[in-house]
Structures are given as structure tokens and as C-alpha cells.
């Protein structure tokens, strides 16, 4: 049950109508988490202006959704999951590299170093070491995606949190868990 409801647009104030009749023309759909942020014009415009600003940077759109997985998997958030399991079909990623992200690994070494480093973001909550970022560099990625990386986990981290704390209710399709009961490893 939603501790925060997704707004209808004709509850939401103008601000937050606009930005949602945006969203709707430009996606065909309104997913609950901007209804939901819609409680607050500026957390939905925040959102949308980080996100959208992001898309438009040097990280592949399949790796940008395997750090959504990756990081939606860290901080136990099933609406994220099961966006980004949508979104990640929807940027070419196949059901294995769905799953391998959301365990923070990949069979190709660049990708596996970017979930890494974005795990080690997370659960050392940015306090990496010079070793951790060395070893994303020596994958390949330069600083500008370095600092993206970091943007991308910073968002996704936002999102989680937001999701966990609302509740928010699923409206993509749900995903199974990656293990059963205590046998996760993380």
C-alpha cells in the first residue's frame, strides 16, 4: 500500500499538471514514481531535469540502466527494478545482462568495471579509494564518465530512496528476486 499516492493530474497543482501532461505526451504513459513525486513541482522538475540532462552525457543508454539495476538491486528498491528491467529490455540490454546487472556483474570487463565501481559507490557511500577509481579508469572510462557514473548512481540512489519511502506502487512488470530468502549476497 502507497505511504505517498500517485497524483491524478487533476489533483496535481498547474505546475506539477504540466510537467506530468509532458511526461505523458512524451512517454504514453505516466509511471507512478513522477505522480507520486508530483506531491512537489520541484522534487518532479528536479527529477526530470537530472534525468533528462544525464541521458544527453558520454555513458551508453545500456549502461546508464545497468547502473539503475545495479543500484536498485543495492538498496533493495522493487519499483526501480522493475522500471529498469523495462527500460534496460527497451536499450537492448537481454534478460542475462538484466539479471548479471543487477547482481553488479557483466561478461564484457568494461561493463563489469562500471557496476563494480557503481556497487562500491553505493555501499561505501562514495568514499572510494584511489584503487577503486584506478580500476574503472584502466576499464577504459575517462573522467567525464567517471563523474557521470557518479551522477548516475546519485540519481538512482535518490530514486530508491524515494520509491522506499513512499511505497510506491508498481506499474511496470514486477520482477522476480535475484534469490530466495537470506541467500543474497548483497
Known amino acids: 500500500m502507497p505511504r505517498l499516492t500517485a497524483l491524478t493530474n487533476a489533483a ?91 547482481a553488479g556483474v557483466d561478461s564484457d570487463p568494461q561493463s563489469a568495471a562500471l557496476l563494480k565501481f557503481s556497487r562500491t559507490i553505493v555501499h561505501k557511500r562514495g568514499q572510494v579509494s584511489d584503487e577503486d577509481l584506478q580500476e574503472v579508469r584502466d576499464a577504459g572510462f575517462s573522467d567525464e564518465q567517471v563523474a557521470e557514473i557518479a551522477a548516475n548512481v546519485a540519481l538512482n540512489i535518490f530514486t530508491n530512496y524515494f520509491n522506499n519511502i513512499a511505497q510506491t506502487e508498481v506499474d511496470f512488470p514486477k520482477v522476480e528476486p535475484l534469490c530466495a530468502g537470506n541467500a543474497c549476497s548483497h
Open 12 to 102: 496535481a497543482t498547474d505546475k506539477a499538471r504540466t510537467l506530468l501532461d509532458a511526461v505523458q505526451q512524451k512517454l504514453g504513459m505516466t509511471p507512478n514514481l513522477m505522480r507520486t513525486m508530483a506531491h512537489s513541482p520541484a522534487v518532479l522538475e528536479s527529477y526530470l531535469q537530472f534525468s533528462g540532462l544525464l541521458k544527453q552525457g558520454a555513458l551508453t543508454d545500456q549502461h546508464r540502466e545497468q547502473v539503475s539495476l545495479t543500484v536498485a538491486e543495492a538498496n533493495e528498491c522493487d519499483y526501480c527494478l522493475a522500471a529498469h528491467s523495462t527500460l534496460g529490455k527497451m536499450a537492448g540490454l537481454s534478460p542475462e545482462q538484466i539479471r548479471d546487472s543487477r
